[in-house]
């Protein structure tokens, strides 16, 4: 270039300055946009009028009446109530299975208060990863989580097919009828899944009814007959050997072939009781509330109309307890499938059966009117540092109870926690696919917890250990502007007092406390690059590790 | 009832002074590095051994015929071939010659039965004595005997899987923190067991945390960690943990290539000698994992090449026990989650087959050089002589562990749960 014209070298160096200026300005544009995020749609379904309602407003008074009587009764006292963006995270958590993302809070935090969490819900609603989540939950419920018998069970399949059902908020009784009575094959009827991941390839025998009762029971009903199918109760009189396996013969005519799940009038379940010689025909009878049972149709046809029949209150307590358990971590009634037949229940419960049922069965409903409750919406800790939180606090909902987080919701929490912008269906591939990948492999260290999902669980070593030295939170929090939160906030972050912030609120879904901001914006002021970096990081792995990531609260 | 006592961790004659003074330098930190837990207990005596359980997992389910159950020349074998043993009378797999030369030190049950012809469900029902049950995750038996032989000497986890499939044994009603813990290939050291940043760091990533933490504390309970989370306690104990020297059990890299060689250049061959320290360390209940023996194709050479690994792995491990004195201390079982066809089917493999397979025990204060049940070597008759069932295998190794398998535990379901369902096999016990 030295002997070609000066026009020419003047042009060139032009062109070269030129694209230097725009690869500058189109790179803090992009930087630039890391920060300062775009305000997020309003969602589309939100009217707050809707929760003003005076249907709306009766059942949550009703329920805060209840609540109000059982701690008057008990002689206890409920907490203060807790603020905007913790009740948005405890949300995100049991219906997401993650936290809110920097640019949720910011778009949150500017809507009115009284409407935050009726908007919040309007956002996760129309949100993939709500149906997607809750979906899996159920799943967990109808088919565990094993593989299941090979080609003939698709449990992906089945969880897409709830998934889209939720998503729709299609009406829960046509849900669980549709799973109860599906026929079909196993990847044109996703939800025939139910019936077929019973079979037991190795026996060449149909559906299992032993197993298909023992998942109706439970998941459906909230009862554990299945503890009976061998002998009579030993813990009390309730239930018979009988009631199970009369129940079980509802399944009797299901049968597999090529074309999928279909009943066979000539099919009937058979069964050898104790103390018998040999194996009986089985008569289908329901074990409660016979008059609910349609006389006509085929025999899974009539089952499922008698499980989702509005009068047959143990179909909707189940579902109410489950979602609450989804909200509160923990359900209303202790055990999640176990809830006593003729009570009594818990405050709350029979409101919200009723409005479950007049409402059709919406499942949107049944979470906003949980999510308007005071017991949900108290704090988890007391204002008062000398009177604490005891035992007792948590045992009558007077406080939001302190639950272990699951596992789903630890990795969920911690891939978007190290990042601004939320990472759902709408996000860019990368983040995406390294969710994907990351959330497999933490998960499988961690440990899942399979179908027993709500049991107590206790916290264990490796646990800890992948959290302080594992590889997810060393990447999740290194120096990586493109992907981590930590690197954009030490980056970008306008002051040290607001990166600091911006950590607690990526993290935790909270401001620092006084003292918290005292401790740390002295930590990062003045530092520079790497340094800079290693020290935001170092707070970041500190609310990673910490108590009150690890528990929902 | 979920039990909530845990594997302590406390007082180690392996307590060194590099540990020591780890500890000492984050002495303010005292949740962190229980300094005062371990100096409290420097001093105790070791207390008697107790027995632990060696299991070889043999995933995929191993051919009976080609390894502890063969027929040579019967209708069963198809060209299978096998060896004579120490033993006068029993004969093995001809696969198994370094095996072969300990059968006073095994013995050989042929009729083990089970109702299980899934990988999943029989692994789940071979791993817990139970099958499966939609009301209940059943313990599994390494996660029984650690519960029921707690060591506080120990300070790494005392249940361990070495090459883990996708079903290591759990704890399952007992709770998550007797769920095995889980490595690889011991030719290096353990993950996430490293500090990942110098002291000074760590120190200061510790200060951060104790701040969050007394900030998250106030207004709940009056002691948060102890009386709800024991957030900070198992932090404690990873951290122990990551300080311990027990650790190197796990690590077999710098061990003398005389002791190691003999068990084989492989990720098995290291597992089982990383099983072999980890006992005496302490450790209750070690699982090795050999995959690759689910041989529904060309099933002789498949299992041919899986009992060239398992062999040297095998018999220098209870070679290694009995030289070190662990034998009578340590059952050593070997087997998979079912046996595999009589007959060979038309791709020249073996299917599943939970009718009458074969499992390998000794050690512990399991005789040796007994063999228990029979096939038929024409593989006619489905049901083996001597049936031995599933739970039954549980109940003899408890028993041999001095562990009470009738005994009862109340579940998180309100269901009480014998440990073990079977009853002792005849004549395996001293």
Same mark, same amino acid.
């Given at each position: 270039?030295?002997?070609?014209?000066?026009?020419?070298?003047?042009?060139?160096?032009?062109?070269?300055?030129?694209?230097?200026?725009?690869?500058?300005?189109?790179?803090?544009?992009?930087?630039?946009?890391?920060?300062?995020?775009?305000?997020?749609?309003?969602?589309?379904?939100?009217?707050? /009028?809707?929760?003003?309602?005076?249907?709306?407003?009766?059942?949550?008074?009703?329920?805060?009446?209840?609540?109000?009587?059982?701690?008057?009764?008990?002689?206890?006292?409920?907490?203060?109530?807790?603020?905007?963006?913790?009740?948005?995270?405890?949300?995100?958590?049991?219906?997401?299975?993650?936290?809110?993302?920097?640019?949720?809070?910011?778009?949150?935090?500017?809507? #009115?208060?009284? /409407?935050?969490?009726?908007?919040?819900?309007?956002?996760?609603?129309?949100?993939?990863?709500?149906?997607?989540?809750?979906?899996?939950?159920?799943?967990?419920?109808?088919?565990?989580?094993?593989?299941?018998?090979?080609?003939?069970?698709?449990?992906?399949?089945?969880?897409?097919?709830?998934?889209?059902?939720?998503?729709?908020?299609?009406?829960?009784?046509?849900?669980?009828?549709?799973?109860?009575?599906?026929?079909?094959?196993?990847?044109?009827?996703?939800?025939?899944? %139910?019936?077929?991941?019973?079979?037991?390839?190795?026996?060449?025998?149909?559906?299992?009814?032993?197993?298909?009762?023992?998942?109706?029971?439970?998941?459906?009903?909230?009862?554990?007959?299945?503890?009976?199918?061998?002998?009579?109760?030993?813990?009390?009189?309730?239930?018979?050997?009988?009631?199970?396996?009369?129940?079980?013969?509802?399944?009797?005519?299901?049968?597999?072939?090529?074309?999928?799940?279909?009943?066979?009038?000539?099919?009937?379940?058979?069964?050898?009781?104790?103390?018998?010689?040999? #194996?009986?025909?089985?008569?289908?009878?329901?074990? %409660?509330?016979?008059?609910?049972?349609?006389?006509?149709?085929?025999?899974?046809?009539?089952?499922?109309?008698? *499980?989702?029949?509005?009068?047959?209150?143990?179909? =909707?307590?189940?579902?109410?307890?489950?979602?609450?358990?989804?909200?509160?971590?923990?359900?209303?009634?202790?055990?999640? /499938? =176990?809830?006593?037949?003729?009570?009594?229940?818990?405050?709350?419960?029979?409101?919200?059966?009723? /409005?479950?049922?007049?409402?059709?069965?919406?499942?949107?409903?049944?979470?906003?009117?949980?999510?308007?409750?005071?017991?949900?919406?108290?704090?988890?800790?007391?204002?008062?540092?000398?009177?604490?939180?005891?035992?007792?606090?948590?045992?009558?909902?007077?406080?939001?109870?302190?639950?272990?987080?699951?596992?789903?919701?630890?990795?969920?929490?911690?891939?978007?926690?190290?990042?601004?912008?939320?990472?759902?269906?709408?996000?860019?591939?990368?983040?995406?696919?390294?969710?994907?990948?990351?959330?497999?492999?933490?998960?499988?260290?961690?440990?899942?917890?399979?179908?027993?999902?709500?049991?107590?669980?206790?916290?264990?070593?490796?646990?800890?250990?992948?959290?302080?030295?594992?590889?997810?939170?060393?990447?999740?929090?290194?120096?990586?502007?493109?992907?981590?939160?930590?690197?954009?906030?030490?980056?970008?972050?306008?002051?040290?007092?607001?990166? *600091?912030?911006?950590?607690?609120?990526?993290?935790?879904?909270?401001?620092?406390?006084?003292?918290?901001?005292?401790?740390?914006?002295?930590?990062?002021?003045?530092?520079?690059?790497?340094?800079?970096?290693?020290?935001?990081?170092?707070?970041?792995?500190?609310?990673?590790?910490?108590?009150?990531?690890?528990?929902?609260? | 009832?979920?039990?909530?006592?845990?594997?302590?961790?406390?007082?180690?004659?392996?307590?060194?002074?590099?540990? &020591?003074?780890?500890?000492?330098?984050?002495?303010?930190?005292?949740?962190?590095?229980?300094?005062?837990? &371990? &100096?409290?207990?420097?001093?105790?005596?070791?207390?008697?051994?107790?027995?632990?359980?060696?299991?070889?997992?043999?995933?995929?389910?191993?051919?009976?015929?080609?390894?502890?159950?063969?027929?040579?020349?019967?209708?069963?074998?198809?060209?299978?071939?096998?060896?004579?043993?120490?033993?006068?009378?029993?004969?093995?797999?001809?696969?198994?010659?370094?095996?072969?030369?300990?059968?006073?030190?095994?013995?050989?049950?042929?009729?083990?039965?089970?109702?299980?012809?899934?990988?999943?469900?029989?692994?789940?029902?071979?791993? !817990?004595?139970?099958?499966?049950?939609?009301?209940?995750?059943?313990?599994?038996?390494?996660?029984?005997?650690?519960?029921?032989?707690?060591?506080?000497?120990?300070?790494?986890?005392?249940?361990?899987?070495?090459?883990?499939?996708?079903?290591?044994?759990?704890?399952?009603?007992?709770?998550?923190?007797?769920?095995?813990?889980?490595?690889?290939?011991?030719?290096?050291?353990?993950?996430?067991?490293?500090?990942?940043?110098?002291?000074?760091?760590?120190?200061?990533?510790?200060?951060?945390?104790?701040?969050?933490?007394?900030?998250?504390?106030?207004?709940?309970?009056?002691?948060?960690?102890?009386?709800?989370?024991?957030?900070?306690?198992?932090?404690?104990?990873?951290?122990?943990?990551?300080?311990?020297?027990?650790?190197?059990?796990?690590?077999?890299?710098?061990?003398?290539?005389?002791?190691?060689?003999?068990?084989?250049?492989?990720?098995?061959?290291?597992?089982?000698?990383?099983?072999?320290?980890?006992?005496?360390?302490?450790?209750?209940?070690?699982?090795?994992?050999?995959?690759?023996?689910?041989?529904?194709?060309?099933?002789?050479?498949?299992?041919?090449?899986?009992?060239?690994?398992?062999?040297?792995?095998?018999?220098?491990?209870?070679?290694?026990?009995?030289?070190?004195?662990?034998?009578?201390?340590?059952?050593?079982?070997?087997?998979?989650?079912?046996?595999?066809?009589?007959?060979?089917?038309?791709?020249?493999?073996?299917?599943?087959?939970?009718?009458?397979?074969?499992?390998?025990?000794?050690?512990?204060?399991?005789?040796?050089?007994?063999?228990?049940?029979? !096939?038929?070597?024409?593989?006619?008759?489905?049901?083996?002589?001597?049936?031995?069932?599933?739970?039954?295998?549980?109940?003899?190794?408890?028993?041999?562990?001095?562990?009470?398998?009738?005994?009862?535990?109340?579940?998180?379901?309100?269901?009480?749960?014998?440990?073990?369902?079977?009853?002792?096999?005849?004549?395996?016990?001293?």
């Amino acid at each position: 270039m030295s002997d070609a014209p000066p026009d020419l070298k003047r042009s060139i160096w032009r062109r070269n300055f030129t694209f230097l200026a725009f690869c500058l300005i189109a790179s803090s544009a992009v930087i630039g946009s890391l920060w300062s995020t775009k305000p997020l749609p309003a969602p589309s379904s939100f009217d707050a /009028d809707d929760y003003e309602e005076l249907d709306f407003q009766k059942v949550v008074g009703e329920i805060d009446f209840q609540f109000d009587r059982h701690w008057a009764t008990n002689k206890i006292n409920p907490v203060q109530q807790a603020d905007s963006l913790l009740l948005a995270r405890r949300l995100s958590l049991g219906l997401t299975g993650t936290v809110p993302s920097f640019e949720e809070i910011k778009a949150l935090e500017e809507t #009115k208060e009284e /409407d935050r969490v009726q908007w919040w819900l309007s956002r996760l609603f129309e949100d993939r990863r709500y149906s997607d989540y809750l979906a899996e939950r159920l799943a967990r419920a109808y088919v565990g989580v094993e593989n299941g018998p090979f080609l003939v069970f698709r449990r992906r399949r089945m969880v897409d097919w709830i998934s889209e059902e939720i998503q729709q908020n299609q009406p829960y009784d046509k849900i669980a009828k549709a799973l109860i009575a599906s026929e079909g094959t196993w990847t044109t009827q996703p939800q025939a899944n %139910f019936i077929t991941a019973t079979i037991d390839q190795n026996e060449d025998k149909g559906p299992d009814e032993i197993k298909l009762a023992a998942r109706l029971t439970r998941a459906f009903l909230g009862v554990r007959i299945d503890c009976v199918q061998c002998h009579d109760d030993m813990f009390g009189d309730r239930w018979k050997q009988k009631d199970f396996h009369q129940l079980a013969a509802f399944f009797g005519e299901a049968e597999v072939s090529f074309s999928g799940v279909r009943d066979n009038e000539k099919n009937m379940y058979e069964y050898r009781y104790r103390r018998t010689p040999e #194996k009986q025909k089985v008569l289908p009878i329901v074990p %409660f509330s016979n008059e609910l049972l349609p006389e006509e149709g085929k025999l899974r046809e009539r089952l499922a109309t008698w *499980v989702t029949h509005p009068l047959n209150r143990p179909f =909707s307590r189940t579902i109410v307890n489950r979602i609450w358990a989804l909200m509160f971590n923990q359900p209303l009634v202790p055990t999640i /499938d =176990s809830i006593p037949l003729e009570g009594p229940y818990p405050p709350a419960m029979e409101v919200l059966v009723d /409005d479950l049922i007049a409402h059709r069965f919406d499942l949107q409903r049944l979470i906003r009117v949980i999510a308007s409750t005071k017991a949900f919406q108290l704090d988890s800790k007391s204002a008062d540092e000398n009177y604490p939180i005891t035992r007792e606090h948590e045992e009558h909902w007077a406080s939001y109870p302190l639950t272990r987080l699951r596992p789903e919701q630890v990795v969920g929490g911690l891939i978007q926690a190290t990042s601004l912008r939320t990472i759902n269906a709408e996000a860019h591939i990368i983040p995406k696919l390294q969710r994907f990948f990351s959330q497999g492999e933490f998960l499988k260290r961690y440990g899942d917890f399979g179908a027993d999902e709500f049991g107590e669980q206790a916290g264990t070593i490796p646990q800890r250990l992948l959290m302080m030295n594992g590889k997810l939170v060393r990447e999740k929090t290194e120096n990586n502007i493109f992907l981590n939160a930590t690197a954009r906030i030490g980056a970008l972050a306008p002051t040290d007092r607001k990166a *600091v912030e911006a950590i607690y609120l990526c993290v935790l879904t909270r401001r620092p406390t006084p003292e918290e901001y005292q401790a740390f914006v002295p930590a990062i002021e003045g530092l520079k690059g790497d340094e800079r970096h290693v020290a935001i990081g170092d707070i970041c792995w500190a609310l990673l590790n910490s108590t009150e990531f690890a528990w929902n609260h | 009832m979920k039990t909530h006592e845990h594997i302590g961790c406390g007082s180690s004659d392996h307590f060194s002074r590099r540990t &020591l003074l780890k500890a000492a330098g984050v002495s303010s930190l005292s949740f962190l590095t229980p300094l005062g837990d &371990l &100096l409290a207990v420097k001093g105790e005596k070791e207390k008697d051994r107790q027995k632990s359980v060696i299991v070889l997992w043999l995933a995929g389910g191993p051919s009976q015929v080609e390894t502890f159950d063969p027929h040579p020349g019967k209708p069963v074998a198809f060209g299978s071939s096998a060896i004579k043993t120490a033993v006068k009378d029993i004969q093995i797999g001809s696969g198994l010659p370094q095996t072969a030369e300990l059968m006073n030190d095994l013995s050989i049950i042929r009729s083990v039965t089970s109702k299980e012809g899934d990988h999943e469900r029989a692994t789940y029902n071979m791993k !817990t004595g139970y099958r499966p049950n939609p009301s209940i995750v059943h313990a599994s038996m390494g996660s029984i005997i650690t519960h029921e032989l707690p060591d506080p000497s120990v300070e790494i986890p005392t249940h361990v899987s070495i090459l883990p499939n996708q079903w290591p044994a759990r704890g399952g009603y007992l709770g998550a923190e007797y769920d095995a813990f889980q490595v690889g290939d011991p030719k290096g050291p353990v993950s996430d067991v490293k500090l990942q940043v110098e002291p000074e760091r760590d120190q200061r990533r510790s200060k951060n945390l104790a701040l969050v933490e007394r900030a998250f504390a106030r207004g709940r309970y009056q002691d948060l960690d102890k009386e709800k989370t024991l957030h900070r306690v198992t932090m404690g104990k990873a951290r122990r943990m990551m300080n311990s020297d027990q650790l190197k059990a796990f690590d077999v890299s710098s061990a003398p290539a005389s002791e190691l060689n003999p068990f084989g250049d492989t990720p098995f061959g290291r597992g089982c000698f990383a099983a072999l320290r980890l006992v005496e360390s302490g450790v209750r209940c070690v699982e090795v994992t050999l995959n690759g023996w689910d041989t529904h194709t060309n099933n002789h050479e498949q299992q041919g090449e899986r009992i060239k690994v398992l062999d040297p792995a095998l018999s220098s491990l209870i070679k290694a026990l009995k030289v070190r004195g662990l034998y009578d201390d340590t059952v050593v079982v070997c087997g998979g989650e079912f046996g595999r066809t009589p007959i060979l089917n038309a791709v020249d493999g073996r299917d599943h087959w939970p009718h009458g397979f074969s499992i390998a025990l000794g050690g512990g204060g399991i005789k040796g050089g007994r063999v228990i049940g029979a !096939t038929d070597p024409a593989g006619i008759k489905e049901e083996p002589e001597d049936k031995v069932k599933v739970e039954d295998v549980h109940c003899t190794i408890l028993t041999a562990l001095g562990i009470n398998p009738e005994k009862e535990v109340m579940t998180g379901v309100g269901r009480p749960m014998m440990f073990s369902e079977g009853f002792e096999i005849e004549g395996l016990l001293g």
